[in-house]
């Protein structure tokens, strides 16, 4: 039976106490019951901790040991400590569907995916549902494939533990650690991305900042791949390094023209007014407060 198999969800927090309570809820909130919540504190300096801390629940497991390592690292350890036959990846500031653990589950143990996603709705700061983002399907899973369409929507992601263990995140990989890990894996993976909307995916109003460091973490991360690649990929790489620059440059003209909302209707379509308010109605369960 699919509740006899224990999901293990990392989450690594820094500096969330704005968004966390949510996020927390919409886990305790989840239909499906066998899971582990590995939460570790990267070092935050707002009042995290103690949100985290307020939690009685036995199957909450919190590690604080005071440093900022960064994200990657923080999925790794939450990986190795990981109880459960699969892992899911969450963020401090997005919200779970409440059906996602129990739909997830159910989709792996039918397939041999080593890895789905879904897609998400998108919301912004005040939790207003703005959209819909899909993810790549990865019908074509080469290197060229994932340049072309992108990765999962990070957040959105289960998978089998096995398979994170064989596969651990390059903490090389500023702000681009899970296409890093897509490009390196997809080829001798078994990926699949669904389109029922599983995540509600927090996009901030001030993108910028983030959008500025991302790239510059692409860019290196394309620059290390550029060195290690073998001739026949080589190419491929320095291709992609061009194409993102040229990218950076239109996402710069966009951003300083006053333009961003334009880019941000091109990334998340609306969503029709009858299925936005089956969302709304999702996402007041998830982030309902639990009754003692």
């Known amino acids: 039976m699919s509740s006899d198999i224990k999901v293990s969800i ?5 500096n969330a106490a704005k968004y966390l309570n949510l996020c927390l809820n919409s886990i305790l909130n989840q239909s499906y019951k066998n899971w582990e919540l590995i939460v570790i504190n990267d070092g935050s300096t707002d009042n995290s901790l103690e949100i985290i801390r307020a ?12 440093e900022n390592r960064g994200l990657s690292a923080r999925l790794n350890q939450s990986i190795d400590l990981a109880d459960g036959e699969f892992y899911c990846r969450m963020d401090s500031d997005d919200i779970m569907h409440p059906e996602r653990l129990a739909n997830q589950v159910k989709m792996l143990i039918s397939s041999d995916y080593d890895v789905i996603g879904t897609a ?9 549902i703005i959209g819909y ?5 990865f ?10 369409n992108g990765g999962f929507i990070h957040p959105s992601i289960m998978g089998r533990i096995d398979w994170f263990k064989q596969n651990p995140y390059d903490v090389r990989a500023n702000r681009c650690e899970d296409i890093e890990l897509w490009i390196r894996t997809a080829q001798k993976s078994s990926f699949y991305n669904d389109d029922t909307p599983l995540l509600f995916y927090r996009e901030d109003s001030n993108h910028w ?7 510059h973490g692409y860019l290196d991360m394309m620059r290390r791949k550029i060195y290690d690649s073998n001739d026949d990929e080589r190419e491929l790489y320095i291709n992609e390094l061009k194409r993102s620059r040229q990218k950076h ?29 089956g969302a ?3 996402l007041l369960a998830a982030i309902a407060e639990l009754k003692e």
Do not use: C
């Open 10 to 14: 990392g989450l690594p927090v820094y």
């Open 55 to 66: 939690i009685k629940d036995s199957r909450v497991r919190v590690f604080h040991d005071g």
């Open 120 to 128: 998400a709705y998108v919301i912004d700061h005040d939790n207003k």
């Open 133 to 137: 983002r899909r993810g790549n399907p």
């Open 139 to 148: 019908s074509d899973r080469s290197v060229a494939g994932i340049f072309r």
């Open 209 to 215: 900042p983030k959008a500025l460091k991302t790239y």
């Open 249 to 277: 440059v239109l996402r710069s003209i966009i951003h300083y023209g006053g333009l961003d909302r334009i880019m941000k209707l091109r990334r998340t379509p609306p969503i029709s007014p009858k299925v936005e308010q």
């Open 280 to 282: 709304k109605l999702s």
